[in-house]
Every structure is written in structure tokens, then in C-alpha cells.
Nanobody, 122 residues
Framework: QVQLVESGGGLVQAEGSLRLSCAAS????????MGWFRQAPGKEREFVAA????????YYGDSVKGRFTISRDNAKNTVYLQMNSPKPEDTAVYYC???????????????WGQGTQVTVSS
């Protein structure tokens, strides 16, 4: 069982920066791949980024490629999402998820956090 808690959300100006964190409980964090997803009002949950347990495999959604960076610190049981040059269309609730392998869809991830709101002002 893995419990996930996101933090770092809030209001940010466009072209600024923000770093989200996701802290995991449990001793098996380092064996799980981690993903970030987001959901805006009235829209489906969208893939943002994913990282394998070792960090050797990373995927990004097309809309954030080149602007966002996912990383992890297994010693701290934490995964990060560095958001650079955010845009108003990045406004959403951001969720982290844990699963057996890095994936770009939601189904492979059995564990989810509660989400953190990110609002980007223009």
C-alpha cells in the first residue's frame, strides 16, 4: 500500500515557476513508477509526466514537453514536478500516482493522491 500526498500548488503567474511535490508513505516507494496527471474543470484527466522507479525512463505529455520536469528522490520518498513557464491552460488540479511501471494512461496506477490545485494567471 502506498499513500500519496501532493503539495506545492497555488497561484502562479504565467512564465513564472512552481514546483510540486508528492510525498509517499511506505517502504516500497523506490520500487514504484510515479506519474503526474492533471484535470481541469469539465475535462478528462490528462497525462503530464511519468518516471520509472530508477529514473531511467521518463515520459512527458506533448503539452508540457520542454517546460515541465519530473524527478524523484527515493531517499526522501518524494517525486517532484518542476513547472517552468506555465501557461493559463496549465490551470488544473494536479495528481500524483504510483504504479508498477511508468505509463501515460491512468489505468496502470492503483495509487493516487488527493490532488493539489494549480492556477496560472495571465
Amino acid at each position: 500500500q502506498v499513500q500519496l500526498v501532493e503539495s506545492g500548488g497555488g497561484l502562479v503567474q504565467a512564465e513564472g515557476s512552481l514546483r510540486l511535490s508528492c510525498a509517499a508513505s511506505g517502504r516500497t516507494f523506490s520500487s514504484h513508477a510515479m506519474g503526474w496527471f492533471r484535470q481541469a474543470p469539465g475535462k478528462e484527466r490528462e497525462f503530464v509526466a511519468a518516471i520509472s522507479w530508477s529514473g531511467s525512463t521518463i515520459y512527458y505529455g506533448d503539452s508540457v514537453k520542454g517546460r515541465f520536469t519530473i524527478s524523484r528522490d527515493n531517499a526522501k520518498n518524494t517525486v517532484y514536478l518542476q513547472m517552468n513557464s506555465p501557461k493559463p491552460e496549465d490551470t488544473a488540479v494536479y495528481y500524483c500516482a504510483a504504479g508498477p511501471f511508468a505509463a501515460v494512461t491512468t489505468r496502470p496506477y492503483p495509487y493516487w493522491g488527493q490532488g493539489t490545485q494549480v492556477t496560472v494567471s495571465s
